[in-house]
C-alpha cells in the first residue's frame, strides 16, 4: 500500500539524526539485518523503515512519517532524572526511551514473578547472600534478583552523542526492572550500580509508572537525599555498613591494594573488588590505582557479558515477534542463533 501524504527515507534519516540518532546508529539498531540500500529504494520504504524504528526505539510512527511533525517518542511513564541541578538534556532522555524500550521487552520475555522488595533492608539481603556461604558481589546480587523476580540487564548501545546513564530502575508494567548503562568489564563496579538501584526499590523510591535514571552515581557532594539513601544501601549491602570505609596508608600501588583489599576481604567476607574501588571513592586521584588494583583482582572480567549471560537463562524468547527477538538479542550483546526461536 502506498502512502502518498508521507516524508522520503532521507528526510526521515535527516530528522532523527536531528534529535541524536545518527543515520549508522539507526541503520544499525533501528532497522532489521536483512535491511539493504535496496529496500531504500522500494515505493514503501519510509513506511517500512518507519514501523521497525518506531518499534525499536519506542518512537510514535505517525511523528516518524507525517512530513509536518518531529519524531516524538511515546510517552510512558514519568521519568525522575537524578542530577544536581535537575536540568534535563533532551539527549539524556533518549538514552532513558532506549533503555526503557529494551526493558519492555525484557519483562514481556521474563519467566519468573515479581516478589516484592520494597521495606527489605540492605542487611537482610546481605545476611541472605552470607547464609548461602558467599559473599556478596555481583554474581550473588544478579542471583538474589533473579529469586525475587527482578530483571536486571546491561545495556550500553546508545548513540555516541548522547548523554548516557550509570543505572537506571524503572516500574515495567508492576514490576522493577534494573538497568545498568556504564560501559565497564569490572563486575566489582557494576555491582555497586546494581546495589544503589536496588536500594531505590527497597527503599520504596521508585513510585508506579516512574523511572529514576542515574546518570552518574557519585559518593561525594550528593545533594539528593534518595541518591545518598540508595548509596548508603549499597555501601552497607556490599561493605556492611552504610558508613563503611577501610582504612589504607595515604598513598598506595597497585599491587599493594590488590594483595591488601585480599586480606581484608578475606577477614569480612567481602569482595576483594569492592574493597579496592572503596580506595578510590572519596578521592578522585586515587581512582587509577583502585583501577589497576582491580585489575590484578579481577582479571579478565567482562560484567555486561556476565549479566545478560545469566538474564537470558530467564527469557521465554518465543513470546516475541522475529523482529523484537532480533533487536532484543542486538541490545543485550547475545548471539542470536543462540536466543531466537
Ligand atoms: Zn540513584
Known amino acids: 500500500m502506498a502512502v502518498t501524504n508521507s516524508i522520503n527515507i532521507s528526510t526521515l534519516y535527516a530528522r532523527l539524526n536531528q534529535m541524536g540518532l545518527s543515520k549508522n546508529f539507526v541503520r544499525e539498531n533501528g532497522l532489521p539485518e536483512w535491511w539493504t540500500e535496496e529496500c531504500e529504494t ?10 521497525y524504528i518506531s518499534r525499536r526505539f519506542n518512537l510514535e510512527f505517525q511523528s516518524l512519517i507525517t512530513p509536518e511533525s518531529q519524531p516524538t517518542f511515546q510517552q510512558f511513564t514519568k521519568t525522575c532524572y537524578k542530577k544536581v541541578d535537575h536540568h534535563v538534556l533532551p539527549e539524556i532522555s533518549i538514552a532513558s526511551h532506549l533503555g526503557r524500550r529494551v526493558a519492555e521487552l525484557v519483562v514481556k520475555t521474563y519467566t519468573k514473578e515479581y516478589q516484592p522488595i520494597a521495606g527489605i533492608t540492605a542487611y537482610q539481603i546481605r545476611e ?3 547464609n548461602l556461604g558467599k559473599v556478596v558481589n555481583l554474581e550473588t546480587l544478579l542471583n538474589f534478583c533473579g529469586k525475587y523476580g527482578i530483571p536486571v540487564f546491561h545495556f550500553a548501545r546508545f548513540p555516541k552523542t548522547v548523554k548516557k546513564f550509570y543505572g537506571m530502575v524503572t516500574d515495567c508494567i508492576s514490576k522493577p526492572v534494573v538497568v545498568i548503562g556504564l560501559q565497564d568489564l569490572s563486575p566489582s563496579r557494576l555491582a555497586f550500580i546494581l546495589a544503589h ?3 531505590h526499590i527497597a527503599l520504596n523510591h521508585l513510585k508506579a509508572g516512574e523511572t529514576i535514571n542515574d546518570e552518574e552515581i557519585k559518593l561525594d557532594d550528593v545533594q539528593n537525599n534518595d541518591e545518598c539513601a540508595a548509596n548508603e544501601f549499597a555501601i552497607e549491602l556490599l561493605l ?3 558508613d563503611q570505609v577501610y582504612y589504607f596508608p595515604q598513598s598506595m600501588k597497585a599491587e599493594s591494594l590488590a594483595l591488601s583489599a585480599r586480606e581484608k576481604a578475606k577477614r569480612d567476607h567481602n569482595d576483594p573488588g569492592a574493597i579496592a574501588w572503596n580506595y578510590g571513592w572519596y578521592k ?3 581512582f587509577g590505582v583502585a583501577r589497576k588494583a582491580v585489575n590484578l583482582i579481577e ?11 545469566q538474564l537470558s537463562q530467564l527469557l521465554d524468547w518465543d513470546c516475541l515477534s522475529e523482529d523484537n527477538q532480533e533487536y532484543l538479542a542486538l541490545a543485550l550483546k547475545l548471539d542470536g542463533d543462540k536466543v531466537g526461536g
Open 42 to 51: 522500494l515505493p514503501d520504504a519510509t513506511i517500512t523503515a518507519a514501523a
Open 128 to 130: 541472605e547472600i552470607i
Open 197 to 199: 538501584e536496588l536500594g
Open 240 to 242: 556492611g555498613k552504610s
Open 284 to 286: 578522585k586521584n586515587r
Open 299 to 309: 582479571k579478565n572480567e567482562n560484567a555486561p557479558k556476565m549479566i545478560n549471560q
